[in-house]
């Protein structure tokens, strides 16, 4: 099984900062990598997929790099709308094999 | 607009049995791979299974393959997940979710709200 790690669990950033967030895969997925927004209470949201294109409806800030077995999310200029938690997760292999990473709240500093 | 709306979730027994449902509208159900993610209370997500759009392929994870079954019935565009065997471990928010295409590729564009389902004696 693929493991994904996220890092750092928490990251406090202050409104109008950037944000960068961190995924680790334990062997590559080329560029098979999602991520999501999930805000207490409510369902994930779909921000990135292909590890760099953005989801329909996603602004601009939110971008998304890497390929193989590391990968970056960067919020450019943080809202108060941003502050989540964001999980990457891979779909690699065939039969598809899915897995998410623990996840990394991003907090108002 | 992509709606999703899971329902069928509840309290049941170790050993137990859940169906449950996801009604969609707002797309062309028929045209969409699907798949059930759950969260287990202040965890994080878990992929479940997958249905291509068809229905012709159907994928679990490990930790449910032979006591879970994805299945679905576009003439009622709905979503079902047959849960047989339950354990304390599969206590979790079940959510709905739609695919970007008719093939199952790993991930998903629209998330329901969710369905609880308790597994407890």
């Known amino acids: 099984e693929i493991v994904m790690t996220q890092s750092p669990a928490t990251l406090s950033v202050s409104p109008g900062e950037r944000a960068t967030l961190s995924c680790w895969a334990s062997?590559?997925?080329?560029?098979?990598l999602v991520w999501y927004q999930q805000k207490p209470g409510q369902a994930p949201r779909l921000l990135i997929y292909?590890?760099?294109t953005r989801a329909t409806g996603i602004p601009a800030r939110f971008s998304g790099s890497g390929s193989g077995t590391e990968f970056t999310l960067t919020i450019s200029s943080l809202q108060s709308e941003d502050f989540a938690v964001y999980y990457c997760?891979?779909?690699?292999?065939?039969?598809?094999?899915?897995?998410f990473g623990q996840g990394t709240k991003l907090e108002i500093k | 607009e992509v709606q999703l709306v899971e329902s069928g979730g509840g309290l049941v027994q170790p050993g137990g049995s859940l169906r449950l449902s996801c009604a969609a509208s707002?797309?062309?159900?028929?045209?969409?791979?699907m798949s059930w993610v759950r969260q287990a209370p202040g965890k994080g997500l878990e992929w479940v299974s997958a249905i291509s759009s068809s229905g012709g392929y159907t994928f679990h994870a490990d930790s449910v393959k032979g006591r879970f079954t994805i299945s679905r019935d576009d003439s009622k565009n709905t979503l079902y997940l047959q849960m047989n065997s339950l354990r304390a471990e599969d206590t979790a928010l079940y959510y709905c979710?739609?695919?970007?295409?008719?093939?199952?590729?790993?991930?998903?564009?629209?998330w329901g709200q969710g369905t609880l389902v308790t597994v407890s004696s």
């Open positions: 062997q590559s997925v080329r560029s098979n």
């Open positions: 707002g797309f062309t159900f028929s045209s969409y791979a």
């Open positions: 292909g590890a760099s």
């Open positions: 997760q891979q779909y690699n292999n065939w039969p598809p094999e899915v897995t």
């Open positions: 979710a739609k695919a970007q295409a008719d093939f199952w590729s790993g991930y998903s564009v629209s």
